[in-house]
């Protein structure tokens, strides 16, 4: 019984028989004593799948004598730490994994997934070659046919539906490269309903971080935690999401005796190596954090020269924290107040201190509230800008950050450009291409006589795509329903409501899933036909650069050739492009070498027009010499001395974006954000002026008044200007007679791009780079010098205000707590409000009475397709199961390992989810945890037999998104899995 | 010679098994035979800890003491292998064994369960180094090449150390004495009948 984790054995029984070609193994210890030698397996029908597995005993066999082997290195495809992979290779085939020592991020280190990545590029389980349901038969096709198919029909949709109609789901595990080229495929096709998983892990971050400070992303590294004396995890289980960043926490907190303080729902791996661990209900961050910083400012503990300096807002923030007295938090939260003093005290006093979330925090109706009642803790503690504090956000997938940069985004193009006239005119530079031919491939809609372009509107999230399929059609702003799903590398398993997603994908035109695996996708709704199953290799057959967390940008090289009939991500694009028609355009400036277009291109084009986030400096070129000198690169700075190798001499690993101007200039990249303490040039920064100069507000006595938001006698270090300051514009630099040091083919790029106006023209659309380096040779930043703002007037909730999550165990707190009034937001509209009042009147809190939450397993990532057909990993994960109290356990007669049902609010009368049931003390009582890894089996129903043959994953298992329900953040669009409720039986 | 041990800091050990996927990624090791494995203690309650476990390649070790038909001997660097062309696989060793470290393909009695296999400290077999015949049986032979246990290698949070018992003990005690607390090397007493004084 391997439910229990404590005795994760493998078990033998039915899955061992799925592995009918290793059929010389048998049981293991513990299942041997119990069962005596019985015949092991239950579902012996299993056995008669095929695997072909003779590949791999060939494949990890020693390289024949005299046969060379050769090293290649790639970094792990699984979460965002980024792991240097070592990959043997000899003759075509990778043999063996060794560890990647140099490499500063890991040292050598992995966790389960990432020791077991070779598997990836020998599964039998991989999709093999382009398929299509005939008549609900998958059908073995060509790849010219899929295309040729495939794209009339994309064609046919545009012709009806308009080019909105088309839905382009990217992936987080697309290479720097592979993310830019589908976001640019879907400005071409003429669409912004284009998104990928960032959507559901941490889009409220990048909302709620970027509206705080600037930038949305990580402010430090994982390295850099090494500093901090004080560190929150809040909503992260790193130890199992993360598992290497736990070398970087722990000896952390060895070696500087550092608190290390976990506040979570459930007693998580990571809480078993805490000094403190808090439990608070699932859904009240905010409350707990304004709990903390109510004893912060009543003790004065507060960072005043930093909020003087730096923050705007912290008194209208103040105002909020001060309703949270201690025992309003305990009622609301459950935490006791003298805890919450005490970690106060740890997280304002023994500094530099961090918080680390991830997405216990942002999975909410109120992410985006979460993260920045988060940031006011940093800006109020003075813990932004400085080594070994700041919010270090734990992302995702391996390249989430980076496919977020490069805009897989419904609401902007490349690099946070937004969807403006200004963008797209930037872009269409860029790009080469005529802004008219970009505008006339969108849609123009007639709202009430005024004409609204489509381009400059934000699409779809993908949290919505079914709601936008199946509504009616004056519902969804937008020409048509949604008609078509273009799924490039994202399972279907991973988004909350799948009864809803089933009826969804039965309603689509077509569907094509593009993917190294047939996904949840291919089998949860009930196709017939019009359906494409194209198979693309990993990343590790293919090259292209990858952005860690910590905004390190590493390059991986193909460590073999696509396996069977797969082809990568560009290539695929590439043909799909030139059967819509638009391949030249789009590929004007980029090599293409027979089908496949050239990586290194595609990067150098990302750099021509990546300033406004600093991805300009980082070429190619300059991204293999660090691969090539990891071991160059300090621990804990990450910085490569001055005496190292030229090419890479004083440069921090990987070039962590901001890497200002062009890669000549040699920016070193930016190790910690917003860091006044050192020069521009060295990595240093200020908070950016993004939100305008000043601001009218009104003040104390009622009267009005203009308040600077430019940051007050605070600056970077060798400033020139020792004051706060706005974003560089050319005219600025004219002002301050610093245009003199502009080389003459800088102005003339620059007069060139400003026509008329060439004031106007700005660090982030100047593409000659000039000025990135003259305010930096003056040392400024050109971004400005501005205050990080507690007040985030443009969000619905400009100071955080605690809401209730729309399904509450606690009923009598909505009055007080509400969530926001519905409202139309991103196309479609969102009636939180009205389900969260229903769910009250009809008292569901009754019916449902525990609370539902999900998370992480360390040997699965994400929807767990990839990772559930790897054997190594799915022999130790065999059954989807989920965490009860032995309290709540007893009540309904459950025993452990278990079958139980588990049902939810919102799933259709009559039906429940099966699967294990772990009781164990980890959770509290009243609340259930369950992996979100596992797919395959619908409502009850194993769909094993909906898979292709010989694609299917080994272990497949009930989602439990299947069970979660209806709730989405304002301001993102994300989804709402950790906090509602539902209801378990014994089956 | 070196004298290798295991040694797991349960302070650091995260359960991530890495460890558990990097012997089977190395050594082809096949669904349902686990060289190594992650043991949780008080598992979701305070205090929870988790230690790596595999063979320990013992002083004196229990399994050669019962083996009917010796097929265990110790390599000068004091690694507990064995003979699969002598196993009988009578299970005698499962028994002996204080860590459970030998594993059988098969499930049955009287020498049904086919050749014991478990953990080599990544050091192959009686066969030649570094052949395809030793690798077939016992996987490869990462001591011949001058590598340690990839097990060690990959771990996560270091936790998990490999080498000369001097080493690898002294590296121990630096941690323990720096962050003060140390739950001590956990298993050295029953497999090398000693522990490590901090």
Redesign the interface.
């Known amino acids: 019984m391997l439910i229990?984790?404590?005795e994760?054995?493998?078990r033998?029984g039915a899955?061992?028989q799925t592995?009918s070609s290793?059929s010389?193994?048998?049981?293991?210890?513990r299942s041997?004593l119990r069962?005596s030698?019985?015949?092991?397996g239950g579902l012996a029908a299993l056995g008669t799948l095929s695997l072909g597995s003779v590949r791999?005993?060939e494949a990890?066999?020693?390289a024949k004598a005299g046969a060379a082997v050769t090293i290649r290195k790639n970094i792990c495809t699984h979460c965002s730490v980024g792991c240097t992979v070592m990959a043997e290779v000899s003759e075509g085939v990778w043999i063996?994994?060794?560890?990647g020592w140099d490499s500063p991020i890991n040292?050598?280190?992995?966790?389960?997934?990432?020791?077991?990545v070779?598997?990836l590029v020998h599964g039998d389980r991989r999709l093999k070659y382009p398929m299509k349901l005939v008549n609900g038969q998958w059908t073995k096709i060509s790849w010219d046919t899929a295309i040729d198919e495939i794209g009339t029909k994309m064609l046919a949709i545009r012709e009806k539906s308009g080019p909105d109609s088309v839905y382009f789901l990217g992936s987080a595990k697309f290479s720097n490269e592979g993310a830019y080229l589908y976001r640019k495929f879907a400005a071409y096709w003429g669409t912004n309903n284009v998104d990928h998983q960032a959507r559901i892990c941490h889009s409220t971050t990048v909302a709620g971080v970027a509206n705080t400070w600037g930038y949305g992303a990580q402010t430090n590294s994982y390295n850099d935690i090494r500093n901090s004396k004080t560190m929150i995890i809040m909503g992260g289980n790193p130890?199992?999401a993360h598992?290497?960043s736990?070398?970087h926490l722990?000896?952390g907190?060895?070696?500087n005796?550092a608190n290390y303080i976990v506040i979570e729902p459930r007693?998580t791996?990571?809480a078993?190596?805490a000094t403190e661990?808090v439990r608070i209900r699932s859904g009240t961050d905010i409350p707990v954090i304004y709990g903390i910083l109510w004893h912060i400012f009543r003790n004065g503990w507060e960072d005043k020269q930093f909020i003087e300096q730096r923050v705007y807002g912290m008194e209208d923030a103040r105002r909020e924290i001060e309703k949270w007295t201690p025992e309003e938090v305990e009622r609301v939260s459950g935490v006791p107040g003298a805890q919450l003093e005490r970690v106060a005290k740890m997280f304002a006093t023994e500094k530099p201190s961090t918080l680390i979330w991830c997405m216990g925090a942002t999975q909410h109706t109120v992410g985006t509230a979460n993260v920045r009642a988060f940031c006011i803790a940093l800006l109020a503690t003075g813990n932004v800008g400085s080594f070994g504090n700041g919010a270090n956000i734990f992302r995702g997938h391996c390249n989430v950050q980076g496919a977020t940069d490069l805009g897989l985004d419904i609401g902007t193009l490349p690099l946070y450009y937004g969807l403006v006239e200004g963008a797209w005119r930037h872009w269409g530079r860029v790009w080469e291409t005529d802004y008219e031919w970009l505008s006339s491939r969108f849609h123009t809609r007639d709202v009430g006589g005024k004409p609204v372009k489509m381009m400059e509107v934000a699409g779809i999230p993908s949290t919505r795509w079914f709601d936008a399929t199946m509504m009616p059609q004056k519902q969804v702003q937008q020409q048509d329903n949604l008609k078509a799903m273009m799924v490039f590398g994202h399972g279907g398993n991973t988004v909350t409501r799948m009864p809803e997603a089933a009826k969804g994908i039965a309603a689509l035109d077509l569907l094509v899933v593009a993917d190294p695996h047939p996904t949840t996708w291919a089998v949860l709704g009930e196709r017939k036909d019009n359906t494409y199953l194209l198979p693309i290799c990993t990343q590790f057959e293919c090259d292209g650069s990858r952005t860690a967390s910590n905004r390190s940008i590493q390059w991986g090289e193909q460590v073999v050739k696509p396996i069977f009939e797969s082809k990568n991500d560009y290539e695929v694009m590439y043909r799909l492009a030139t059967k819509l028609g638009f391949a030249d355009r789009m590929f004007k400036n980029i090599k293409v070498n027979g089908n496949e277009p050239v990586a290194e291109d595609i990067l150098r084009e990302i750099n021509r027009g990546g300033w406004s986030t600093g991805y300009c400096g980082q070429s190619p070129e300059r991204l293999k010499a660090h691969m090539r000198n990891q071991d160059k690169f300090d621990l804990v700075t990450l910085r490569a001395p001055k005496d190292a190798p030229a090419e890479i001499a004083g440069d921090y690993y990987g070039l962590p974006w901001p890497c200002w101007g062009t890669p000549e200039l040699r920016h070193p990249g930016t190790h910690t954000l917003y860091n006044t303490n050192l020069h521009v040039m060295e990595g240093g920064g200020t908070f950016r002026a993004r939100f305008g100069v000043e601001r009218e507000e009104k003040a104390p006595d009622g009267t009005m008044r203009k308040v600077s938001l430019l940051s007050n006698g605070s600056f970077s270090v060798g400033s020139e200007i020792r004051d706060g300051y706005p974003e560089f514009t050319y005219g600025v630099l004219k002002k301050l007679g610093w245009d003199g040091d502009l080389t003459a083919a800088e102005r003339a790029t620059i007069e060139r791009i400003g026509g008329n106006n060439p004031d106007s023209v700005g660090w982030a659309i100047d593409l000659s780079g000039g000025i990135q380096r003259v305010t930096m040779a003056h040392g400024c930043i050109h971004y400005g010098n501005g205050k990080a703002r507690a007040n985030a007037w443009n969000l619905p909730d400009p100071i955080p205000v605690h809401r209730e999550p729309i399904y509450t165990p606690r009923p009598e707190l909505v009055a007080r707590y509400p969530t926001l009034p519905n409202a139309v937001q991103f196309r479609v509209p969102n009636i939180g409000f009205d389900v969260q009042k229903a769910a009250v009147d009809k008292g569901l809190a009754k019916q449902f009475p525990l609370i539902n939450t999900s998370g992480r397993l360390?040997?699965y990532e994400g929807g767990g397709e990839e990772t559930r057909s790897n054997?190594?990993?799915a022999?130790?994960q065999q059954d989807m199961f989920i965490?009860i109290n032995p309290a709540d356990a007893a009540a309904r007669g459950i025993k452990d390992g278990a079958f139980v049902l588990v049902t939810g609010p919102e799933m259709p009368a009559g039906q429940a989810c099966r699967m294990k049931a772990l009781v164990?003390?980890?959770?509290g009582r009243g609340v259930t945890w369950s992996p979100y890894h596992f797919g395959g089996w619908f409502m009850n129903v194993d769909q094993r037999r909906k898979y292709p043959a010989g694609a299917d994953p080994i272990v497949l298992g009930e989602s439990i998104n299947t069970v979660t329900t209806y709730g989405y953040d304002p301001v993102t669009g994300m989804q709402e899995p950790k906090a509602t409720l539902c209801q378990i039986r014994a089956a | 010679m070196a004298r290798m041990k295991f040694l797991c800091d349960a302070?650091?050990c995260?359960?991530?098994?890495?460890?558990?996927?990097?012997c089977?990624?190395?050594?082809?090791v096949?669904?349902?035979?686990?060289r190594r494995?992650?043991?949780?203690?008080n598992?979701?309650?305070?205090g929870?800890?988790?230690v790596s476990m595999a063979c320990m390649h013992c002083t004196d070790a229990p399994c050669a003491s019962v083996c009917p038909v010796n097929c265990f001997y110790t390599t000068a660097d004091a690694v507990v292998l064995h003979s699969k062309d002598l196993c009988i696989g009578c299970g005698y060793c499962?028994y002996a064994c204080p860590f459970?470290a030998p594993?059988?393909?098969?499930?049955?009695?009287f020498g049904s369960?086919?050749k014991m296999d478990k953990c080599t400290y990544c050091a192959g077999g009686p066969e030649a180094d570094?052949?395809?015949a030793e690798?077939v049986k016992y996987g490869?032979n990462r001591l011949a090449e001058g590598?340690l246990p990839?097990c060690a290698?990959?771990?996560?949070?270091?936790s998990l150390l490999a080498g000369d018992g001097e080493i690898i003990a002294q590296i121990y005690r630096e941690?323990v004495v720096?962050?003060?607390y140390g739950s001590g090397a956990w298993g050295w007493r029953t497999a090398y009948r000693e522990t490590i004084a901090t």
């Open positions: 229990k984790r404590t994760r054995q493998a033998r899955l061992a592995l290793q010389d193994a048998g049981l293991d210890r041997f069962r030698g019985l015949a092991a791999k005993a990890r066999m020693p063996g994994q060794e560890p040292r050598g280190s992995h966790c389960a997934k990432g020791a077991a070779r598997e130890a199992e598992p290497v736990l070398q722990l000896e907190k060895e070696l005796r007693l791996r990571t078993a190596h661990f360390v040997e054997k190594w990993l022999e130790l965490e164990t003390e980890r959770v | 302070d650091r995260i359960e991530c098994n890495a460890c558990v996927t990097a089977k990624n190395e050594h082809e096949p669904w349902g035979i686990n494995r992650v043991v949780t203690i598992d979701g309650r305070p929870e800890r988790s499962f459970g594993q059988y393909p098969r499930v049955g009695n369960r086919g570094s052949t395809q690798f490869t590598k990839l290698e990959m771990c996560s949070t270091k941690r720096k962050r003060g």
